[in-house]
């Protein structure tokens, strides 16, 4: 019996209730603020417009694209994270906190790896081939620390409840944070300068270059570990882990073997997120992965968690959210100091899909039974 | 066990996965074609001056007991022949601020240095503390200093927001803290009369108060550069939202228009939303007075946002150091910050200029102070020295402090001849020279001497 049907049967409480007054207030507020802002693009002058923010001037059509876009680059490396989160979820049942660390090690073996490029001369004679080379190291580096961790610090609690490699995995995450600070210091570490193609934002419909590159090897990469997982031989041993890891081992498939490389595999997209997050904003420091980490971790939450389609969906939700919704939902609000309010947005909107759908845009009900 | 089950039903969920892709890139191509394209408490103030006439370590009284100031209200602090005098430093010393707080916690020890013995008894700074500049930096140090009832004083801190957290427990155990750093109105007063809001009875400082930088910005931006519209962006610190405020206000007065004032995080890394909340009123300058690294994120990302092309970039002393004005990004950026030019202005205490603190700088620390405020930090912790020897005598081999002594001290003094010039303390603690200059940044990693010298504009009250 699922729960929708048991659901319909029992009496509706003052939870469900309460529950149901929030779902509507969520969404008034976000309808309201909508139609506000969409009053103010139509004219500033209309009352509606004006009725909570006497000072609404709207945006213009550029300066809307210049945020979506932003939002769907930064989505775009949220989204990259994200699959490490739901992969590992997938095959162990544990959220990896360690996982935004694993990013920032990426953007750090990038900021090294670029600066003695440009040392040398490279970095400026040929940026595509230097960048080329800093992905494939940090993409190695990245899954080295990733398969290191799984060893080190997962394998020995593999049998134990999933709490305890929970809390290990912020054990691992302080580790790396302090370990970064002992080898390359406390302060924020620069990326030597990109090309002015890159920077210059009349290269393709008035966006920056940068910005357009992590769109496309976001993409590419989603596009590889997508046939990675749905049609390759290891691909498919990884669903089978995942569907059930005791009847997948007595078909004859090796169940460690087959999760060292998922972590290899999580880490190598972490590593592809902080090159692409070193690029953009060509500065790294010992946090980098702290705040990017969690919301990536929410939004595999929203994508549903375990379902990669889901979360790369879900971090371009959070991205595109917390970059347009200050501006199009709050401001018209007559809310003050909205760019303050980014990551209050991006976790609204975790909180929202959950209030509204618990399991993730992308997620499957589970009946009760395996939810536990 | 069916965690992740979906996985192996994948076919509906790619073409749901697709569709959502494809509406996401349909919706952003509708974005770009749909546009309208158009890019484009004071105590009572004893008798003024108590401050020694002499440029050496004064001579100690004839009678022993002397004529020490304070009545001993807030305790007395005994310190034992053979021991040292205990004050301590609290400054941003790590992470990108540090470059800021650095220079202003190694003054210091060159200032005790500089003073030597007082009354023949050791100073010990003892270890420099992290105020991490922030309020919960700023707070767990302050709970390590007042931990140690031997504590007088502290200078620090250097960022106003640790000061906040900071200042009520330090002066709360009876010690003094002396900021070479902070300049937020908040920490002291309106200049009108009126206590800030987080002004505590002990707390002192040498840096200007930010009321008079944003003035000198406004005036600077709407008399020399001409310009009639402006926005401010602070990151919710006390020192950067007091002088963003400081600066709306002043602009206004000015016959200025505001046509934005919003708030970033100070982790921030993508700053388009906010750029672009600020370019919806297309301000002809942009004044951030934050710190690093969100200051470099700001100039990186602004040129690129449609109506902030062609706006000119402004920044205060926060990011006036050797880390910021080298990066390209910042190249004709201008800067307000105290006046630099100290020439040959002469510490009456111990008789030092700031050419003789620059090489004494360069010869322990191999380099050249990185950031603006290290003369503050100097004629700060001199003060302290100076108070201590006016509030202190010696009975039976240990010398007595008065801690009430040493803020009357503080309270009363008037035309101190320090280096960064003549040092006045109000009844809220602001002692500090009020001179702001404007700079413009040249560019370039071999030009932050030159920029740093580069006044295109300076203000006094």
Redesign the interface.
Known sequence: MSRRARSRKAPRTGVDWFLTFLRVAALTVVAVGLLAFIAQEISTDNPFARWANPDA??????????????G?A?GAMYGLIALGYSMV???L?FINFAHGEVFMVGAMTGMITSNKLADAGYWESNFIGSLVLIVVVSVIVCSLTAVIMERVAYRPLRGSPRLIPLITSIGVSFFLQNASVVLLG???K?YP?VPDWL?S?HTF??I?GARILVILVAAASMICL?YL??RTKSGRAM?AV???AEIAELMGIDVNRTIVKVFALGGAMAGMAGIL?GIL???V?H?TGF?PGIKAFSAAVVG?I?????A??GG?SIG?A???G??LIL?PLGVS????L??AVAFAVLIGVLLLRPSG????R??SE?RT | ????????K?GK??G??SL??SL?AM??LL??S???????GATEAPAPTAAPETTEAPAPTADPRGDPMGDGSLGIVEVEAGDAIQIRSLQAI???V?AFGLPIDRAAYIAVDDYGQIKGFDVDLGASLDDLCSNDGGQAAAQIIVADEDVVGVLGTSCSGAAVAAAPLITNAGMVLISGGNTSPALTSDLAGNAGLNHSVGYYRTAHNDLYQGAAMAKFVFGELGFTTAAAIHD?DPYTQGLAQAFADAFEAEGGTVTGF????K????M???L??M???TPEALFFPIF??AG??IA?QAP????LEDTVLLAADGLLNANYLP??QTTGMYFSGPDQRFGENVNQSTGKTATDFTTAYDERYGEVPSSAFWAHGYDAAVLLLDAIDAASWVEDGTLMIDRQGVRDYLYGLRGYRGMIGTLNCDDFGDCGSSKITVVQNIGGEDNVEASLNNVVYSYEP
């Not at chain 1, 709207?58 to 945020?67: D, E, V």
């Not at chain 1, 100091?337 to 303050?340: A, K, L, N, R, T």
């Not at chain 2, 690129?304 to 109506?307: A, K, L, T």
Request: glycine content about 16%; overall charge negative.
């Open positions: 001037t709207g945006l213009t059509g550029a300066q809307f694209r210049g945020l979506i876009v932003s769907i930064q979820y997938g095959v049942g406390p302060a924020a620069a300068d920077k934002k419909l008035g920056e997508w997982v749905e669903r995942a569907e059930d997050w904003f060509r500065s420091i946090t705040l549903g375990g379902h990669l389609g889901g790369m969906a371009l595109v917390e970059s347009v200050p501006l401001e100091g909205v760019s303050q980014r990551d845009l992308f997620g499957e589970l009946p395996d | 066990m069916n965690r992740m089950g979906h996985l192996t994948s969920r790619r749901a996965f959502f892709v996401l919706l952003s974005a770009t749909c546009g309208d394209d158009d890019d484009g790590t992470g990108d540090g919710g919003s708030a970033i995080n982790d921030d890394t993508d388009v939303p906010v672009t909340e370019a919806t009123g690093q690294p470099d994120f990186d690129g946002v449609s109506g990066l390209p």
